[in-house]
C-alpha cells in the first residue's frame, strides 16, 4: 500500500523557517511526481509545489514564489518543502501527494495523499 | 492561473438522489481535469482523473463528464457515505488549481 507520512509542521513566528517532509513507501518513488497542498482550517485546497520524478523541474504557486522551495531525494523516498519567511496566511495543514503526471513535467492528478501536517504562523 | 468556479457551494439531498456538481475554468483546459471527496479529518480522496475516468475503488454510481471550460460530476443514487465536499482541480497548466469546493449535505 501507498504510505505518505509528513513531519516537520509546529508553530512558527512570522518571518522564521520550517522544513517539511515527506517520507513515501509502497510505490517506486523515482517514478513519480510530488506536490504540496495546504488547507487552511475551514477552508478549501490550495495547490502549493510540486516536482518532477527527477527533481530537476519544479512550479510554485504565486503566493509562495520565492519563498517554499521543493526538494526530494530518490534514494531517501523524501520530498521536502523548505519554508522561508513564513506569513500568518501560510498556517495551514500540509498536504503531500503522489502526483501521476503524463510526462516529465510535474502536472498531474494527485493519486495517493498523506494525512497532513500543520503549521501555524504566530507570535 | 486557470480559475474554478464551482457550484453550487453547497447542495442539500436526500439518500437515493442524484447529484449534479459543476466546475467553470476561466481558461480552456483539455481533460486535465479530477475530482476529489474530502471527508472531515481526512484527506482529500481521488474520484476521477482525465475529467472522466474513476480511480481504483471510486464506485460506478460517479461519473465525470465535460470538456473546455465546463466540467461535471454527476453522482446517482446517494449514499449516506457521499455526503462530504468535493473538490476540482485542473493539472492542464504548470500551476494547478483547486476549485473551493461543494458541500454535499443531508
Known amino acids: 500500500d501507498v504510505q505518505l507520512l509528513e513531519s516537520g509542521g509546529g508553530l512558527v513566528q512570522p518571518g522564521g523557517s520550517l522544513r517539511l517532509s515527506c517520507s513515501a513507501s509502497?510505490?517506486?518513488?523515482?517514478?513519480?511526481?510530488m506536490t504540496w497542498v495546504r488547507q487552511a482550517s475551514g477552508k478549501g485546497l490550495e495547490w502549493v509545489s510540486a516536482?518532477?520524478?527527477?527533481?530537476?523541474?519544479?512550479h510554485y504557486a504565486e503566493s509562495v514564489q520565492g519563498r517554499l522551495t521543493i526538494s526530494r531525494d530518490n534514494s531517501g523516498h523524501t520530498t521536502y518543502l523548505q519554508m522561508n519567511s513564513l506569513r500568518a496566511d501560510d498556517t495551514a495543514i500540509y498536504y503531500c501527494?503522489?502526483?501521476?503526471?503524463?510526462?516529465?513535467?510535474?502536472?498531474?492528478?494527485?493519486?495517493?495523499w498523506g494525512r497532513g501536517t500543520l503549521v501555524i504562523v504566530s507570535s | 492561473e486557470v480559475l474554478l468556479t464551482q457550484s453550487p457551494g453547497t447542495l442539500s439531498l436526500s439518500p437515493g438522489e442524484s447529484a449534479t456538481l459543476s466546475c467553470r475554468a476561466s481558461?480552456?483546459?483539455?481533460?486535465?481535469f479530477a475530482w476529489y471527496q474530502q471527508k472531515p479529518g481526512q484527506p482529500p480522496r481521488l474520484l476521477i482523473s482525465?475529467?472522466?475516468t474513476r480511480a481504483t475503488g471510486t464506485p460506478d454510481r460517479f461519473s465525470g463528464s465535460g470538456s473546455g471550460t465546463i466540467f461535471t460530476l454527476t453522482i446517482s443514487r446517494l449514499e449516506p457515505e457521499d455526503f462530504a465536499v468535493y473538490y476540482c482541480?485542473?493539472?492542464?497548466?504548470?500551476?494547478?488549481?483547486f476549485g473551493r469546493g461543494t458541500k454535499l449535505e443531508i
Open positions: 481558461h480552456r483546459i483539455d481533460n486535465s
Open positions: 482525465g475529467a472522466s
Open positions: 516536482i518532477s520524478a527527477s527533481g530537476a523541474s519544479t
Open positions: 501527494a503522489k502526483t501521476v503526471t503524463r510526462g516529465v513535467i510535474p502536472r498531474g492528478y494527485l493519486e495517493d
Open positions: 482541480q485542473q493539472y492542464e497548466k504548470s500551476q494547478g488549481s
Open positions: 509502497g510505490f517506486t518513488f523515482r517514478h513519480y511526481a
